[in-house]
């Protein structure tokens, strides 16, 4: 796969802030990235540089193959930006509105009905095109701003937490349309707070931290990359200190939380895991309750990566 996005080398200052340190990525034709970072890693600077809103003091961005600079017109007409912030018109009706935005790209006007009518079904807004943004529910007012940046139909979309505050059915809606917008053949820059997101439809992942990329891979990868490889939660009561100490002295075990009557034991490697810690409680003739094991999210990497959670960053 071709490169749809190369940069190199990209350092970002503001006066004696570094927000891009030396960054370089690559983005494939015809993937779902991801990128992701707490507030302040940079992610919203390279996005900007990548867009030719800002400037930058050193490297190189291609868009496309070509050098992407404030006058690349005929490469911005192949981008489409939904950004965090609704960015629509209150005066507009649902329908006016594609219309503009579209219109600032397509010029032919039977061209442009074709392209707004299809945005209009593609985001399941039929039956609100005469309703002015004020009018609609938050998860309706995100699909407006999807259906205005999408509706002259690029090659190359950036979302930017596009599902923030809207309820799960609408959620799922946007997640399953970006998914569709890919297998159309869009290429998609994706950024979340929400990793659940992230794994559901993201091909490959950078995590930036201080204005660099600190992994990248996809999600099978970047698990591989970290300490944790399961984790046990066990429901029981009246554990005592020496419990937790022989716990955390079996075999492949991280670390060993208990709090609120639930063991919560992380392993590093193994197999069978559950098996000796049950085995354990029943020697000890401790009871227990519920029994969760589950693999390692991408919270679990970004965690141990960076150091910090993610929403914690907000």
Same mark, same amino acid.
């Given at each position: 796969?071709?490169?749809?996005?190369?940069?190199?080398?990209?350092?970002?200052?503001?006066?004696?802030?570094?927000?891009?340190?030396?960054?370089?990525?690559?983005?494939?034709?015809?993937?779902?990235?991801?990128?992701?970072?707490?507030?302040?890693?940079?992610?919203?600077?390279?996005?900007?540089?990548?867009?030719?809103?800002?400037?930058?003091?050193?490297?190189?961005?291609?868009?496309?193959?070509?050098?992407?600079?404030?006058?690349?017109?005929?490469?911005?007409?192949?981008?489409?930006?939904?950004?965090?912030?609704?960015?629509?018109?209150?005066?507009?009706?649902?329908?006016?509105?594609?219309?503009?935005?579209?219109?600032?790209?397509?010029?032919?006007? #039977?061209?442009?009905?074709?392209?707004?009518?299809?945005?209009?079904?593609?985001?399941?807004?039929?039956?609100?095109?005469?309703?002015?943004?004020?009018?609609?529910?938050?998860?309706?007012?995100?699909?407006?701003?999807?259906?205005?940046?999408?509706?002259?139909?690029?090659?190359?979309?950036?979302?930017?937490?596009?599902?923030?505050?809207?309820?799960?059915?609408?959620?799922?809606?946007?997640?399953?349309?970006?998914?569709?917008?890919?297998?159309?053949?869009?290429?998609?820059?994706?950024?979340?707070?929400?990793?659940?997101?992230?794994?559901?439809?993201?091909?490959?992942?950078?995590?930036?931290?201080?204005?660099?990329?600190?992994?990248?891979?996809?999600?099978?990868?970047?698990?591989?990359?970290?300490?944790?490889?399961?984790?046990?939660?066990?429901?029981?009561?009246?554990?005592?200190?020496?419990?937790?100490?022989?716990?955390?002295?079996?075999?492949?075990?991280? #670390?060993?939380?208990?709090?609120?009557?639930?063991?919560?034991?992380?392993?590093?490697?193994?197999?069978?895991?559950?098996?000796?810690?049950?085995?354990?409680?029943?020697?000890?003739?401790?009871?227990?309750?519920?029994?969760?094991? #589950?693999?390692?999210?991408?919270?679990?990497?970004?965690? #141990?990566?960076?150091?910090?959670?993610?929403?914690?960053?907000?």
């Amino acid at each position: 796969m071709s490169n749809v996005i190369e940069i190199n080398n990209l350092v970002k200052r503001y006066k004696e802030l570094v927000a891009l340190d030396h960054l370089s990525l690559e983005v494939k034709e015809g993937e779902i990235f991801g990128l992701l970072g707490p507030n302040g890693s940079g992610k919203t600077t390279t996005i900007n540089c990548i867009l030719s809103l800002l400037t930058y003091d050193k490297g190189s961005i291609k868009v496309f193959g070509k050098e992407m600079t404030p006058s690349s017109y005929d490469i911005k007409k192949q981008i489409g930006v939904v950004m965090q912030n609704v960015a629509v018109f209150n005066e507009l009706t649902v329908y006016e509105n594609i219309d503009y935005f579209c219109g600032l790209y397509i010029t032919d006007k #039977e061209l442009r009905k074709k392209y707004v009518e299809e945005a209009i079904e593609f985001t399941g807004l039929s039956d609100f095109k005469k309703f002015r943004p004020g009018k609609l529910s938050g998860g309706l007012l995100r699909r407006l701003n999807i259906a205005c940046g999408i509706a002259h139909k690029p090659k190359l979309i950036f979302f930017d937490e596009p599902t923030v505050a809207v309820d799960p059915q609408s959620r799922n809606k946007i997640l399953e349309g970006i998914s569709k917008l890919n297998k159309d053949g869009a290429t998609i820059i994706y950024t979340s707070h929400y990793m659940e997101e992230v794994e559901q439809i993201c091909s490959r992942i950078t995590i930036m931290d201080k204005g660099r990329s600190i992994a990248n891979g996809s999600k099978d990868e970047l698990k591989k990359m970290i300490t944790v490889t399961e984790h046990i939660s066990i429901e029981t009561c009246n554990l005592l200190d020496e419990h937790i100490k022989e716990l955390s002295g079996l075999v492949h075990v991280y #670390e060993v939380n208990y709090n609120d009557n639930l063991l919560t034991i992380s392993f590093s490697g193994g197999k069978h895991n559950i098996v000796r810690v049950l085995n354990y409680l029943q020697e000890k003739n401790i009871s227990f309750g519920r029994v969760y094991s #589950e693999l390692p999210t991408l919270n679990d990497v970004f965690l #141990e990566i960076t150091g910090t959670q993610l929403r914690d960053s907000l």
